[in-house]
């Protein structure tokens, strides 16, 4: 299947620092990935949409100025959380869409090993 | 609001049964579902993706089913295996190819 890779894997930084993260599709091209937060114990949350060549759309209460995301070519879109701080802790998953050709529009995602980032 | 509702939340059997993990959806606007499984600390794997227009798909020992009218997706696993142990998550596949995650369900199979 699909391959997404993340890097970091984990990452630990001082309160007021920013930190980013990279997600990877290895083994194909994704025009759409995704982010997603996973706090301790609790599902997935959306966080945006990254979209190649295009601005990033942001769900509600998601701040943009915080969480810069760049898409800058088909295999890799990065998160930046700016001034990080303690409360942004958190388990960072991405995931990008495999598009097959001639196939059904609405395809299937594949995940990345995430980013647990730890803000002290 | 779009929720998606995983039950049981938890789930300890011994190994051998066959299980089955429930997912319900509210709204009905459905165009995939996606069951994935996680273990602690990683992240997801997809296990089984049923397009809108099926009902159900299956691997190896996987079978999961779709019922767009009653709002709901089911995991079957038979033959359960320690190695099964892991949380699972459905994800409700919604226009934009965005996905609406249920809770999920912590499964142990015990040796």
């Not at chain 2, 709002?71 to 226009?95: E, F, H, M, V, W």
């Amino acid at each position: 299947g699909a391959v997404v890779s993340q890097h970091p894997s984990w990452v630990i930084c001082k309160s007021g620092t920013s930190v980013k993260i990279e997600c990877r599709s290895l083994d194909f091209q994704a025009t759409t990935m995704f982010w997603y937060r996973q706090f301790p114990k609790q599902s997935l949350m959306l966080m945006a949409t990254s979209n190649e060549g295009s601005k990033a759309t942001y769900e509600q209460g998601v701040e943009k100025d915080k969480f810069l995301i760049n898409h800058a070519s088909l295999t890799l879109s990065t998160l930046t959380v700016t001034s990080a701080h303690p409360e942004d802790s958190s388990f960072y998953i991405c995931s990008a869409i495999s598009w097959v050709a001639g196939g059904n529009s609405y395809n299937e995602q594949f995940f990345g090993p995430g980013t647990r980032l730890t803000v002290l | 609001k779009q929720e998606v509702t995983q039950i049981p939340a938890a789930l300890s059997v011994p190994e051998g049964e066959n299980l089955v993990l429930n997912c319900s959806f509210t709204d009905s606007a459905i165009y995939n579902l996606q069951w994935f499984r996680q273990d602690p600390g990683k992240g997801l794997t997809s296990l089984l993706l049923i397009q809108s227009s099926q009902r159900e798909q299956t691997s190896g020992r996987l079978n999961a089913s779709l019922d767009k009218s009653s709002g709901r997706s089911t995991l079957y696993i038979a033959a359960s295996q320690p190695g099964d142990s892991a949380t699972y998550l459905c994800g409700k596949g919604n226009a934009g190819n965005m996905l609406t995650f249920g809770g999920g369900t912590r499964l142990m199979v015990k040796p």
